[in-house]
């Protein structure tokens, strides 16, 4: 008898032209290869079949059978989800964020927040800096204060609150109308390809380093959990398999589409500030204040917090 074949569908949070996009989409070839067909998974773009802010509900109930988002939108429903990716002040880079997942055990912990929903975390795919955004210009920590900024994650609203910023949230792709009509002055618009890819790019002329709110980050590869307990064991571990691999080539082609939009927002006429570092330590010490305070919210974000600094102590990020 032929093997069964699974045609899944998959919904990713961004469209054509970003790395996620294509990062995913040529994962679901390389999966359909080394399963020898046996899993089709077609990627559907951000609201061809659930809204960007519905696919973790819709995941673990069904209505799609798989996700390539961002823990970043359900801090909302469960503080937990603040500490899955990058926190400000955190780890510096991927590499560190993966020793902490797969040598400290910090994927068994967000496992279990995902299992909350039904759902199975497959992996967090990597993602590289995001920059503060703005239509108007920012160089200092007191230029901060007043500004309208847009965040996903739970954590970056909170600093930003303490550093004199009002803030607010919305899906990526409607962040750019926000800026053309002043309604935003700026924030996170992604990394430098979304951006552009978005169009933000036109409106946001001015771009702050260091990355604060997000130096790295953490997306996340989800299928629901009923659907992976009846898959076979080959094929599991054939999904696990590349889906770690796509951890590092998302991070890779992200990196890559990144370079070219900023050559192209430089040959524009981009603005780049950079804060001093004085104003960067102090806002990184804001930023380590706001972890226990977003941890007081649930117990299992603080386990997922403590585990982290523990790693960052050992990784001599802490004292």
Not at 36 to 65: C, S
Not at 195 to 217: E, F, M, W
């Amino acid at each position: 008898a032929s093997a069964k074949v699974y045609k899944l569908k998959c919904s990713v949070a961004l469209g054509p032209g970003t790395g996620i996009w294509k990062a995913g989409t040529e994962w679901a070839q390389r999966v359909k290869q080394a399963s020898n067909g046996q899993l089709e998974i077609t990627m559907y773009p951000p609201g061809a079949l659930v809204g960007t802010t519905e696919t973790l509900e819709a995941t673990g109930r069904r209505v799609i059978d798989m996700a390539f988002s961002t823990a970043e939108y359900w801090a909302g429903k469960d503080p937990a989800f603040a500490f899955v990716t990058y926190l400000p002040g955190g780890f510096d880079n991927p590499i560190q964020h993966d020793f902490w997942l797969y040598n400290r055990g910090g994927i068994d912990l967000i496992r279990e927040l995902y299992a909350k929903y039904n759902v199975y975390l497959l992996s967090l795919p990597y993602y590289p800096a995001e920059y503060l955004m703005t239509r108007v210009p920012i160089k200092s920590m007191a230029d901060i204060k007043g500004k309208k900024l847009v965040f996903s994650g739970s954590m970056q609203h909170t600093l930003f609150n303490k550093l004199g910023a009002s803030t607010v949230f919305m899906p990526t792709g409607e962040r750019v109308t926000a800026l053309e009509r002043g309604v935003i002055d700026g924030g996170d618009i992604g990394v430098p390809s979304t951006t552009v890819a978005i169009g933000a790019d036109r409106v946001a002329k001015y771009l702050l380093r260091p990355s604060l709110h997000q130096p790295s980050s953490a997306l996340e590869l989800v299928i629901n959990m009923d659907l992976w307990k009846s898959l076979p064991d080959n094929l599991k571990t054939i999904l696990e398999r590349e889906a770690y691999d796509l951890a590092w080539r998302c991070y890779r082609e992200s990196l890559d589409l990144d370079l070219a939009a900023l050559k192209k927002m430089r040959a524009e006429g981009l603005q780049e500030f950079t804060l001093p570092e004085s104003e960067v330590n102090e806002i990184v010490r804001i930023a380590r204040s706001c972890w226990e305070e977003e941890a007081k919210k649930t117990d299992l974000g603080k386990k997922i917090l403590d585990s982290q600094i523990a790693v960052m102590k050992e990784l001599g990020l802490l004292n």
